[in-house]
Structures are given as C-alpha cells and as structure tokens.
C-alpha cells in the first residue's frame, strides 16, 4: 500500500483495478459471443446453426455488398411443413364444389437478422445461428463480425489495463 501526503490511497487503486477487470471481461465475452455467432463456430457451441432457403429480403435500398437487416427464409423442416401445407390447401381446393373454399395455407417463415446481400438478388442460401431456444436468427455475417470485434477489442483493452492498475498498485 503506498502512501502519500494526501493519505493512504494503494486500497482505491486495487478496487479499481478489479472494477475494471471484471467490466472487461464481460465486455470481452459478449463481443466474443456476439463474433462466434458471426462466424458461425456457433455451433461447436451448443447454439442450434440452420440453413434457410427460399430468402426474402424486402429492403430495396441495398447497395451492392451490403448488409440487409431483416430478411425471411425457410429452414428445411419449414420447408418440409409448408409444403405439405400447400398440397392440403390444393387438394382441399378440389373438393371446393362439395366443402366450400378451404383456409389459405399458414406458411411459416422464419426471420433472419444482419444478411449479406449483393443488392440485386436475393441470396440462395443463408446459415443462421440462433443463440436462444425460440429467439432470432442471426446471419452469418462480416458485419456481425465487425459489430462484436468492437466490445471485444474494448473488453480486452479494459481488462489489461485494469490488471495493470492492479500491478502498479
């Protein structure tokens, strides 16, 4: 503990040092969450990583090698599950002399987050991750990437640092 002419202070120091530890290590772990979701080694993870097809983006304003915020795709089992619905809507459509009209087929799609987009069509393609049971997809994407390398570069600075405060102190 050093002490100066103002008063012990070597306590202050080490207190901060380890406030600022502990805030870049969880600074350092959401960017390194937020970047492995990117990349898509989510899936040595445990997060589920699914394909989707038939992608929709409506955002017209895409220039070309951007990024599109919300576009929607269908996963293989959606696929499965919307055809299936489509064939009963038809066939029900056959018996609509004897019936009457059938209900419009309930097509599921999902909603997929941060999609690379050329700026003219729609991709063929996209891997997504999903980092919680029943929430959003998140493409895998460079500005995924990029988002996440920011907080973990911060993280990373913040943690050294403090440990250097610690030292010092």
């Known amino acids: 503990m050093r002490v100066s002419a103002a008063g012990r202070t070597g306590g ?3 207190l901060k040092g380890v406030a600022l530890v502990v805030g870049g290590a969880v600074l350092f772990a959401v960017g390194l969450l937020v970047v492995v979701t990117g990349t898509g080694l989510s899936g040595a993870l445990g997060m589920r990583v699914e394909t989707f097809g038939r992608i929709d983006c409506h955002d017209a304003r895409t220039e070309k090698g951007r990024t599109v915020w ?9 696929r499965r599950a919307n055809k299936a619905e489509r064939d009963r809507v038809a066939h ?12 419009p087929a ?3 799609r999902s909603r997929i987050l941060f999609a690379d987009h050329d700026g003219r069509t729609d991709p063929e393609t996209i891997t997504a991750t999903q ?17 996440g390398m920011i907080p973990l570069l911060l993280g990373a600075g913040t943690a050294v640092w403090g440990g250097y405060r610690l030292r010092a102190g």
């Open 92 to 103: 029900e459509a056959l018996r609509a002399h004897v019936d009457g009209v059938p209900r």
């Open 70 to 78: 919300h576009c929607f795709g269908e996963s293989e089992a959606q």
């Open 131 to 147: 980092v919680f049971d029943g929430g959003r997809w998140y493409a895998h994407s460079s500005m995924l990437v990029g988002y």
């Open 12 to 14: 202050r120091g080490r």
């Open 106 to 108: 309930e097509i599921g």
